[in-house]
């Protein structure tokens, strides 16, 4: 079994930005970061966001409304952003507090500063195969990881567990595009599939993201499979100053001896993200105002 190591493919991602952005003549890039309330989970994300932007030499311009903000205040803020000639992307974290329309949100967010990919057009294009939009920041970091780590997926069964907007159905038809590196046929499993471990050990290459943890076990499995575990899931463990340890959706112990090869939680999936969030807003800089 080969560990698939996000930290070390994200941070040579980093490096390779960091190079590029050195040699962006100009100002450099600027991600707006966009953080409602006080979640804690949303607000280790954003500084881990700010802090690799900043390793990178990308402006990353925080701003934190309070947990009151109306819907019709927050669109106005979008606005304001889209408007910004010296801001290249956008980025809201989610989630945000029940009041608010998240999606409505999303779709606000100019497509051409898009850099979590959320938005309409950008979703769209990738079912278009069309490359001059943002992927969204998880699957992109998906397909990355198995690209460096030399797994083709052309004439592969991806069997991909979840369907959410932010990681399931974007990953699953990056899989299906028709180009180099991709190209596999895929089936998607949700909370109603029947009898869903016969479709898992179909799979040469299983994606599981569910947010259940240690869902997939040795029996849902075929020997062989590449894995690569999105979940994050927080279980009790009291030898931990925190009372939790994070585990992925894969029971890592038991399923990674017959993977050929796996990613680990925490250290795979989760360092991928930032790292494509910031490859967008590079792009997104140096796309400027983006195709019409
Ligand atoms: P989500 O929006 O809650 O979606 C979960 C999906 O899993 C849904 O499609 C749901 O089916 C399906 N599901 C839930 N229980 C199931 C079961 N018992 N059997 C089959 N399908 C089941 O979650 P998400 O945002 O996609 O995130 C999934 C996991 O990835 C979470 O643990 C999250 O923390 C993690 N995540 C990690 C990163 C990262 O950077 N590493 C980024 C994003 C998310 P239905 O549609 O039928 O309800």
């Known amino acids: 079994m080969q560990l698939i190591d996000g930290n070390q493919i994200a941070s040579d991602i980093i490096a390779e930005l960091r190079t590029e ?18 979640d804690p989970a949303s607000v280790s994300y954003v500084r881990k966001k700010e802090r690799t932007a900043a390793e990178i030499g990308v402006e990353g311009r925080v701003i ?45 967010i100019a497509p051409h500063k898009d850099v979590d990919g959320l938005g309409t057009m950008n979703l769209g294009k990738v079912a278009q195969d069309d490359d001059t939009g943002f992927v969204s920041c998880t699957p992109a970091g998906i ?20 369907r959410s907007l932010l990681v399931g159905k974007p ?10 590196g991709a190209n596999g046929t895929v089936t998607i499993c949700h909370s109603a599939t029947a009898n ?16 259940r943890a240690g869902f997939v076990t040795a029996d849902m499995i075929k020997p ?10 927080r279980v009790a463990d009291a030898t931990k100053k925190t ?6 959706d894969v029971d890592f112990a038991a399923v990674s001896p017959l993977a050929s090869q796996i990613t680990p939680v925490p250290g795979g999936v989760g360092p991928m993200t930032v790292a494509m969030l910031m490859k967008n807003t590079v792009k997104a800089r140096r796309q400027g105002a983006g195709p019409a």
Do not use: W
């Open 21 to 38: 952005v050195a040699a962006l003549p100009g100002r450099k890039p600027c991600l707006a970061l966009v953080r409602v309330g006080e």
């Open 64 to 108: 934190l409304p309070p947990v009151t903000i109306t819907q019709a205040e927050l669109l106005a803020l979008i606005d304001t952003l889209n408007a910004d000639h010296a801001v290249d992307g956008i980025l809201v974290q989610s989630p945000l507090p029940k009041h608010l329309d998240e999606l409505a949100v999303f779709r606000r």
């Open 143 to 162: 397909m990355e990881l198995l690209a460096r780590s030399g797994v083709d997926l052309k004439g592969k069964h991806v069997v991909v567990l979840g």
């Open 171 to 180: 990953v699953a038809l990056l899989v299906l595009q028709k180009k180099s």
């Open 196 to 211: 869903l471990p016969a479709l898992t050990r179909q799979a040469d290459v299983l994606i599981a993201a569910i947010g």
């Open 224 to 233: 062989g499979v590449v894995i690569i575990d999105v979940g994050i899931n």
């Open 243 to 248: 009372g939790y340890r994070l585990v992925g």
